[in-house]
């Protein structure tokens, strides 16, 4: 999915910053993994549902010990 409206790299880092703060505020921990996924949805190369896979995806990697 594509944005019709390309939004800033300041845009961008804003939104992650707000989403980070929260994470962390909920004990959360956030891999880069994370926070790349998230740079492509904020800029419109992924869906919320495509984001979800992925994060889903990169998470059983990280927990699954390999």
Not at 22 to 51: F, K, M, P
Request: aromatic share 2%; glycine share 8%; hydrophobic share 45%.
């Amino acid at each position: 999915m594509a944005l019709k409206t390309p939004v800033s790299e300041a845009h961008v880092r804003r939104v992650l910053a707000e989403v980070e703060a929260g994470q962390e505020t909920a004990g959360a921990v956030v891999s880069e993994a994370d926070r790349e996924i998230a740079r492509r949805q904020v800029r419109g190369e992924l869906s919320g549902n495509e984001a979800v896979r992925e994060a889903i995806a990169a998470a059983l990697d990280r927990f699954s010990g390999k």
